[in-house]
């Protein structure tokens, strides 16, 4: 078999691994609007990027973080107590060191039980005010956190090679994939026809 029926494989499976290279690369390239030959070309995700943004923004707000998980993980009863802790050792702290620094005679008439009783007063009125704090707010997160709105201006704000470095991050196995793809068929494409060529003598 002659050399060049060999090598028509391997030229195959490059050239189509450097068509997918190129297929990629220009996902992202140029990053700017550019003319060639009078026609103007811009990569697909930059010039997209205010359409991603849009949809983006649909899909986290609809899909993965909607306004009612924000007041259901709010409202939990996990997150209540978590505030509830951490107000109780910011109450101690102030009884136990705070306090008496700053009213080092007053502290002198508050002992240990004194000092207990207070903080016991202190949370039982918490234990109140946390959980209509909290549903105060709840009620408030439509209107005043627009997660879609969000999203969106921060992709569309993005910079175009951070878009890239993010969607590389992501996609990165990905788009190595398919330039092996690219050059897998390419060398099977190859070997056919050399193969077609070879029986056809």
């Not at 997160?141 to 910079?159: A, C, F, G, P, T």
């Not at 330039?179 to 494409?189: H, Q, R, V």
């Amino acid at each position: 078999m002659p050399l060049s029926y060999l090598l028509l494989p391997l030229i195959a499976g490059l050239i189509g691994w450097f068509t997918n290279y190129v297929a990629v690369t220009m996902l992202f390239r140029p990053r700017n609007p550019t003319k060639i030959l009078g026609i103007t070309i811009q990569g697909i995700f930059p010039k997209r990027q205010k359409f991603l943004a849009e949809r983006f923004g649909k899909l986290v707000a609809e899909q993965l973080l909607s306004s009612q998980d924000i007041k259901s993980r709010l409202l939990s009863g996990e997150s209540i107590n978590s505030v509830m802790q951490m107000i109780e050792e910011k109450i101690e702290n102030y009884l136990e060191d705070v306090f008496p620094e700053k009213y080092p005679i007053t502290s002198i008439f508050f002992g240990s039980k004194r000092k207990s009783q207070i903080k016991q007063d202190l949370m039982e009125e918490v234990h109140v005010a946390v959980p209509e704090l909290l549903e105060n707010y709840a009620g408030r997160i439509d209107s005043e956190i627009n997660i879609e709105e969000m999203v969106r201006q921060k992709v569309e704000e993005l910079d175009p090679l951070k878009l890239e470095k993010l969607i590389n991050s992501i996609l990165k196995k990905e788009f190595a994939f398919i330039e092996w793809i690219g050059a897998i068929l390419g060398f099977f494409i190859g070997l056919i026809q050399v193969l077609i060529t070879y029986l056809s003598k």
